[in-house]
């Protein structure tokens, strides 16, 4: 299998194709988005989202820990560098602010473009 990127304005979208593949969405990190993702019966494997500016309580960034919690990937990308509900802008300008501990094992990190590391991850599997 091809590792595949799918971007999501929305993480409301997700569904099962999705498994495996690396997703790049608009949504913000908050909990109810990473709940799209933890309803799927097989997981992605990486999701990145949108950090919203982390507000109060880290509320835009607090599916971090609940998809890694699950084994799921996950990173958001600044607020200041790609518009919130544009996945193709988060893909080509975003900046990695957060991790999870399982992203970070992946190579994603705080400061690398988002389009960098989408890149590694899908070619990664195709020259296995």
Sequence with gaps: MNRQLVLLDSIALVDETAAGHVIVSGSHGGSSAAQFVLDLKAFPLVVFYNDAGVGKANAGIVGLDMLGSAGVACATYS?????????????????VSHTNSLAAILGVSPGAKVSDVVNALCREIDSV
Aim: glycine share 18%; with cysteine.
């Design 79 to 95: 607020h200041t560098s790609a518009c919130i509900g544009d996945a193709r802008d988060g893909l080509e300008n975003g900046v």
